[in-house]
């Protein structure tokens, strides 16, 4: 028997049996045969195919040449999205078809694997977005940076000057595997156990734009991270791998699968395997191609890896991991320590070859081409040529002399980047929302910044115990991670009282990711009939942490509070 056949044999004996006989399309279970629309045209025509009539066709035709098939499909494959045709309100997002919505402008994504960048890349991207996007951007809380107001007649231009200078944006959207989110203090930072910079950059060769993975039930999220700070959001991703020390095997990574958010979130669970960093690339691949043959297909919103995990649970899925999937079994190993130190990286911090790194924020992601450029320039004044964008909404700056840590921070301030901000600014995060995004229902990063501002004012002084999260999504999916904030906001209407609705949020509090003030993540709570307009969002953030401040025991977290706390004070 050759080896393909005892692979397949294999295969077969640990293969899951389906009970229910109403198929999922689950490849391995229920054959290739498409069972919705979506699925047909990627078998049909898959989404890396489409550059080439972007290219040669739409570029040349123009937006009203584009097959309604690539514009609403295939087009993510390539970080294309449709953006939202400006003076549409919220209460007609679940009423119009996307054609309706949708602008003759796109959002294009560029994706920053591990968020890695160089002055010579930023100054690329700065250039892209002030000479084709109206000088937008935005960074993202998965390390990339996005641009509104792209024409496809630009986009082949713009993909030669990014590949110009080793960026892309292959599979930044779509049922890919997304960015490979990595610590944004690989190989600086002095604490740090391992560098997972090859081992992103060697997943990132052998499996980016592969065909035999760019036909996913739906996206698929990858974090990294040899820092202790778990610095990667880890809880929330597909896969994620975790530092951890083995007492007999060294320093390795531990194997979670299955977290998500959006409307039906679940926290990632640990398999209790220990990965050798050189194994990293082989158990992401076989993690994937689980993904691939056994996720659920029928139902786009049942479509996600966490739904598989939920149903097989953390041992099947470990079995089929390692009796399919990969050339021998996993040693069992330990969890992660509990982090010591803050994993979104703001401040001045000392790198382990002397220089330094140097945290920063801008107002809830918002920055600009002009921004970039700025902040290329000042970085090469001081001698550095590197910087790293966060899955926090923040950037770093790499490479500081001692000597000119105090200049630095000073200039980055007056570009409107941030090194001492304010609790508020320093946890408050946002999403896209109405101002491009088709899906959104109410206006997010004007709001928030706007929330901010008040709250500055207000509490100037304010003496809280630990860092506090405002996470602020214009819609229930959760792309600015709602349910792990401290104080999460998710867009809705609400009645104004006169007949008419308002822009306002349902309010989430409590949630939050593994920390050096929490040892592990958990969802936030929901408070039936507490919502805030969109206008009172300082109002109520000023009101509920000056009632925690009053009721909470002495070391009480922010999250501990709204926990246990009565509605009453959380109104």
């Not at 609403?72 to 119009?96: E, V």
């Not at 997304?178 to 944004?184: A, H, M, N």
């Not at 050096?516 to 929901?526: F, N, P, W, Y």
Request: hydrophobic residues 40%; proline residues 5%; contains cysteine.
């Amino acid at each position: 028997m050759t080896i393909s056949e005892q692979h397949t044999a294999r295969t077969a004996a640990a293969r899951p049996r389906r009970t229910d006989a109403r198929p999922n399309g689950q490849w391995a279970v229920d054959g290739k045969a498409p069972l919705n629309a979506n699925e047909a045209w990627k078998q049909e025509d898959g989404g890396l195919a489409v550059r080439e009539r972007i290219e040669r066709v739409y570029a040349d035709g123009g937006f009203a040449s584009i097959d309604p098939t690539d514009l609403h499909g295939r087009f993510r494959w390539w970080g294309l999205y449709t953006q939202r045709k400006p003076g549409i309100d919220g209460g007609k997002t679940a009423t119009l078809e996307p054609h309706e919505l949708e602008d003759e402008f796109f959002m294009l994504r560029v994706r920053i694997d591990g968020g890695q960048l160089t002055t010579e890349q930023l100054r690329t991207i700065a250039g892209i977005s002030t000479e084709f996007g109206r000088d937008t951007a935005d960074l993202t809380d998965r390390q990339n940076i996005q641009l509104h107001w792209i024409r496809v007649e630009d986009v082949p231009e713009i993909w030669r000057r990014l590949e110009a200078v080793g960026l892309s944006t292959t599979e930044a959207c779509g049922d890919v595997p997304r960015v490979f989110l990595g610590s944004p203090v690989a190989g600086i930072a002095a604490d740090e156990l391992i560098d997972p910079t090859p081992l992103i950059q060697e997943i990132a060769d052998r499996f980016l734009g592969d065909p035999e993975l760019a036909n996913l039930p739906r996206k698929f999220k990858t974090a990294i991270s040899g820092h202790p700070s778990q610095d990667v959001v880890h809880e929330i991703n597909d896969v994620s791998f975790v530092v951890v020390e083995h007492p007999e095997l060294g320093v390795g990574f531990d194997l979670w699968v299955g977290g998500g958010l959006s409307t039906t979130p679940r926290l990632a669970e640990r398999l209790g395997a220990f990965v050798p960093a050189e194994r990293v690339p082989e158990v992401w691949h076989g993690v994937v191609q689980i993904f691939r043959d056994y996720g659920y297909r029928r139902l786009r919103n049942k479509a996600r890896l966490k739904f598989l995990l939920a149903d097989w649970g953390v041992e099947k899925f470990r079995q089929v991991l390692e009796d399919e999937y990969l050339d021998e079994p996993l040693a069992d190993g330990p969890a992660p320590a509990a982090p010591t130190t803050t994993g979104d990286h703001v401040g001045v911090h000392k790198q382990k070859d002397g220089r330094y790194f140097i945290g920063v924020t801008p107002f809830v992601g918002r920055v600009s081409g002009t921004t970039l450029g700025a902040l290329a320039d000042l970085l090469e004044r001081h001698g550095s040529t590197r910087l790293r964008t966060t899955p926090h909404q923040k950037i770093l700056a790499l490479d500081i002399p001692e000597a000119d840590v105090e200049q630095v921070v000073a200039e980055l301030d007056d570009i409107g980047l941030s090194a001492k901000p304010s609790v508020f600014r320093r946890g408050t995060i946002a999403c896209t929302g109405i101002e491009f995004c088709k899906l959104a229902i109410v206006e997010t990063k004007v709001t928030a910044t706007a929330a901010v501002q008040q709250l500055e004012e207000r509490l100037a002084g304010l003496d809280l115990p630990a860092p506090l999260s405002l996470h602020v999504n214009g819609c229930p999916n959760s792309c600015a991670r709602i349910q792990t904030a401290d104080i999460g906001l998710k867009g809705q209407l609400l009645p104004d009282g006169n007949g008419g609705q308002v822009p306002g949020f349902q309010v989430h509090l409590g949630g939050g990711l593994a920390s050096r003030d929490r040892d592990e993540a958990g969802l936030g709570r929901t408070v039936r009939g507490l919502k805030v307009t969109a206008d009172g969002i300082a109002d109520y953030v000023e009101r509920v942490v000056t009632r925690f401040l009053a009721d909470r025991t002495d070391t009480e977290t922010f999250a501990e509070w709204a926990h246990r706390a009565d509605e009453e004070a959380l109104q």
